[in-house]
């Protein structure tokens, strides 16, 4: 399952959906997560939100070796 859905093979996975009307700040959501020490896969759900999903893309750059990121819109 984690490869068909091009998922880390060993890291946890923690998916981050904010719901499509903007609740929450998903953004910073991502910089926190991307400072925890322990190895994570962080999947973002931005919907339809094209602006959001290009925001969160953007921080692959920077996100440390630890971690994975993968931005899914719909």
Known sequence: MRTKHGLSA???VVLLSAGGFGVANLEHMVDVLMTM????HIVALCGSNENLTKKIAKRRDAIPSRHALSVVGY
């Open 10 to 12: 060993h890291k946890p």
């Open 37 to 40: 020490t322990t190895p994570a």
